[in-house]
C-alpha cells in the first residue's frame, strides 16, 4: 500500500464522540460534514417510519449497505434499547469501522461484511452473493443510497434477498434516483441534478415505472413514494410492503 493509501485508511478508522456514540471523522456520505447534520439526517429517518411501522426495542431491523453506520448511530439516540439490528455492507473498512465503534459498546448492533461485487465499492469481489445470516424475520429492510449505485441485475437480486429476510408485511424502505421520462437505467447521467459524476455507479438513474415494477416484481405492495424525498441527494424514497408471495 503507498503512504497515501496507508493514511487514507488510518484516517477512515478514527473516530470522534458525539454524545454517548461515536461518528467517523472521514465520512463517505454527500453534504453531511457537519455531526448535527450527520446524526439529523439519520434521526430524520428514523421518525419518518414511525408512519410506516412501529418501531420499538423488538422491532428487528436490517440495514442493507449500511456503510459507517450512520443509521444505526441514530437509532442507537432514538431507540437506546433496540434489541436487534443487523448492518450488512461491502465495504470491509466500513464494516470493521461500524464494528469497533459501535458494536464494541452495543453489542445489539450486529455488522456483517459480505464480498459482494459494486463497481464502485468493491470492484474485486463476485457477484450476487446470498446472505445467510442467523437472523431472519426482519421487519423492516433498510436500503439508504444503496439502489443509487447498482444496476439492475443486483437491485433484482437484492430485492429478492430482502423480501426472503423480512416477515410477511415487513416494510422496505429504499432510496434511489427516480425520474419520469428518463430511459430504464442510465449510469452517470450527463448533467443530472447539476452535479458531475466521480467514477462508475456515481448516480445510477432509474425511471420511475420500470424501479416500482421491480418491486413489484420482488413480491412487494407500494405503500408510498417520495419524489427527491432526501433533499441534500436528490434520491426519492420508495416505501413497499412485503405481500408473502412472490410473483413468477
Ligand atoms: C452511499 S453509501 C450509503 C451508506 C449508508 N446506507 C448511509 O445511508 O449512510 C452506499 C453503501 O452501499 C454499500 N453497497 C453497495 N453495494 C453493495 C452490495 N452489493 N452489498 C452490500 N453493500 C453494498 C457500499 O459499500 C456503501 O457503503
Redesign the pocket.
Known sequence: MSLIGALKAVGQRRARQYKNIYLPVKR???KLADDNSYINS?LEQIDSLQQYLELNQTTRII?????????ANGLILRLPDLKHYTG????DD?IKWCKRWIENYYPNFQFHF?P???A???PSSPP?QQLTLKQKGFHLA?????F???LIE?VKF?LGEMHKLLIPGGVIYATAFVEEWVPEIEENPDGYLNEDCVGPLHRVRYEKTYLLNLFEKAGFDLIDFEYRGIKRTGQSIIVARGKGIKES
Open positions: 463517505s456520505n454527500e439519520a440495514d442493507f449497505g449500511c456503510g459507517q453506520g450512520r443509521f450488512v455492507d461491502t465495504n466500513a459480505i459482494a461485487h459494486n464502485r465499492y468493491n450476487r433498510f436500503l439508504n443510497s444503496v443509487s449505485h447498482m443486483d437484492y
